[in-house]
């Protein structure tokens, strides 16, 4: 078996979700090589050499690559795919974009958002929003698949020694090009590696009132999230969204407050460790999956927390 | 120009699926079904872009039975202009889905094609991009605003980080996420409308397409449950709990 990991970096640091996926590999054999795709990445390069089970590193540095544009990445991937059995990103929506881009490319099948991986052909991926579990098993030569992060251990980020090879670039095909990005600032962790997170939904009413949410999360050192409903009317950037069609998360601690519990809410926090519920509505459904459920009215739950946190701190 | 838009039949957003007692998957049987709802967004867009005077025609297509007429019918209520089943009974996949829709591409020759961003049933989220790959045109993924220019579309993406902007040359190929437009609910008159607009029935053979799936579905199970736990009565609590019993702060 020789897997690539396409990783998902800031030039810098190799993000959470690639961790997870380096461990899906090593689960499908020994021989896993990462790609690190970018321009002016020579450190994501190197830190991703020492993360523990990886043998190689490809490093691909251009001004062409520094969007991870997915008509930029694609070929890339195809021109040194080489003797690759399996090749794997995070179903982050970096990986979503460009994954099934390259497994058309090379003319075969994509297997999305794996969640246990059984043999080299056979795996266990959720479908209907998490409701049903399939078992899948795939003919293709080559697996091109992603993989949720939430259901595989972290690689750890020290311990390997892999060679680095510069890769040759490949001419732009030229039928995209960055514009602009407004990503949302913020000095909490990310919402997808986070050990503890509070989300926000419905029952804030408001945008002011949602930031009520803010002084809780920094006295637990927690991300914030908010269910569609929050992000629909504009109480939440979209990126906050976790669901089904949103960010799949699984922290230690998750807290939803003021979120009823739609399937669609519950497919993206259903794995979490410990759920706790504030709901004024007693008959939500968000009870139905939690494990310490408060019936109350958020707007005195909130202060209460807060002030009951310092106590604890 | 011209905008195709692929869209598929699944089981009804609202309805709680159940899986089959002997594993073989979801019951699908007497289920109400419905159009997907990013494919319904992606209709909408469609609608709009005609509506603003930048498209002539919107075609809607897609893969799957005799009963996926109605699926169209609902597309064409909503405004599209005529419709395309590629009629098959095999649960075709993603990449084959893709090589159906690029025959269907090379056919009609449009210069936007709006997908979903993934159907609710396999979530897979492929098709857009495959389609894009097999084409060689420029993709731009989880849409929530379009805007057209000569030759080009700028399209902003949500992304994990928040948005994104980029360009595409057209032709071009667009799938849409939740907030790029409310879809327009359907009014009796146009369901009449619908039944008299053109619906032309292709083969799979028709457009040369090896429809063979080649993942296998081994079985499929409910998800581990998950219990109800406890109700605390109020805050302290709670924060007692989480701190002394789950420690998880």
Redesign the interface.
């Known amino acids: 078996m020789s897997i690539l990991v396409i990783a998902e970096h800031d030039n810098n640091d190799i993000k959470p979700a690639t961790l997870n996926t380096i461990t899906a590999a090593t689960q499908l054999g020994d021989d896993v090589r990462v790609l690190v795709a970018g321009h002016n990445c020579s450190a994501a390069a190197t830190a991703a050499a020492s993360i523990a089970g990886v043998t190689g590193v490809s490093h691909a540095d251009n001004a062409q690559f520094e969007h991870v544009l997915a008509e930029e990445i694609a070929p890339l991937v195809v021109s040194i795919a080489g003797d690759s059995t399996h090749i794997l990103a995070s179903a982050s929506t970096f990986g979503k974009n460009i994954i099934p881009r390259i497994a058309a490319l090379l003319d075969v099948g994509a297997i999305s958002d794996i969640s246990s991986v059984i043999s080299d052909d056979t795996f266990i991926r959720p479908i209907y929003a998490g409701n049903a579990m399939a078992t899948v098993q795939s003919s293709d030569p080559i697996k091109v698949m992603t993989i949720r992060s939430t259901t595989f251990d972290a690689a750890a980020n020290e311990g390997g020694s892999a060679s680095i090879e510069n890769v040759e670039v490949l001419a732009s095909p030229g039928l995209s090009s960055f514009v602009r990005q407004e990503l949302t600032k913020s000095e909490r962790p990310e919402l997808t590696s986070a050990k503890i997170i509070i989300s926000g939904g419905r029952g804030f009413g408001s945008e002011e009132n949602f930031a009520l949410l803010d002084e809780v999360a920094d006295k637990l050192g927690a991300a914030i999230g908010a269910s569609r409903a929050a992000v629909d009317a504009g109480y939440a950037p979209n990126d906050y969204q976790v669901g089904q069609t949103g960010k799949i998360v699984a922290p230690d601690l998750y807290i939803a407050v003021g979120i009823s519990g739609a399937i669609q809410h519950l497919a993206g926090m259903k794995d979490s460790k410990v759920i706790v519920a504030v709901n004024k509505d007693e008959e939500a459904p968000i009870f139905e999956v939690s494990d310490y459920g408060l019936v109350a009215d958020l707007f005195q739950v909130l202060p209460e927390l807060s002030a009951a946190l310092d106590e604890i701190n | 120009m011209k905008i195709l838009v692929p869209i598929k039949r699944v089981?009804d957003?609202n309805i709680?699926?159940r899986?089959k007692s002997d594993s073989s998957g979801?019951e699908t049987a007497n289920v109400k079904m419905a159009m997907n709802p990013?494919c319904e967004i992606a209709v909408e867009e469609a609608l709009r872009i005609k509506e603003a005077g930048h498209a002539k025609e919107v075609i809607v297509v897609t893969v799957g039975g005799s009963q996926c007429q109605e699926t169209l019918r609902t597309a064409l209520a909503m405004g599209a202009d005529r419709a395309i089943l590629v009629e098959t009974d095999v649960a075709v996949?993603?990449?084959a889905i893709?090589k159906l829709l690029k025959g269907v591409v090379e056919k009609e020759s449009p210069e936007l094609v709006i997908l979903g961003?993934?159907a609710?049933?396999?979530?897979?989220?492929?098709?857009?991009?495959?389609?894009?790959?097999?084409l060689?045109?420029?993709?731009?993924?989880?849409a929530?605003e379009l805007d057209l220019k000569d030759g080009s579309i700028?399209v902003t993406?949500?992304?994990?980080?928040?948005?994104?902007?980029?360009?595409?040359?057209l032709p071009?190929i667009v799938t849409t996420?939740?907030?790029l437009n409310e879809p327009r609910y359907v009014k009796l008159p146009n369901i009449m409308k619908a039944k008299k607009k053109p619906l032309n029935v292709f083969s799979t053979d028709d457009l040369g397409v090896d429809v063979t799936p080649?993942?296998?579905?081994?079985?499929?199970?409910?998800?581990a449950e998950?219990s109800?736990?406890?109700?605390?009565a109020?805050?302290?609590e709670?924060?007692d709990?989480?701190?002394n019993e789950?420690k998880?702060?």
């Open positions: 089981i957003a709680r699926v899986v979801v990013f996949q993603p990449l893709a961003k993934q609710i049933d396999y979530d897979n989220s492929q098709t857009g991009q495959m389609l894009s790959a097999l060689g045109w420029g993709q731009a993924t989880f929530s700028d993406r949500e992304v994990d980080g928040g948005l994104e902007t980029i360009s595409l040359k071009a996420d939740l907030r080649t993942l296998t579905t081994l079985k499929v199970e409910e998800p998950r109800a736990g406890i109700k605390v109020d805050v302290s709670l924060v709990k989480l701190h789950a998880v702060i």
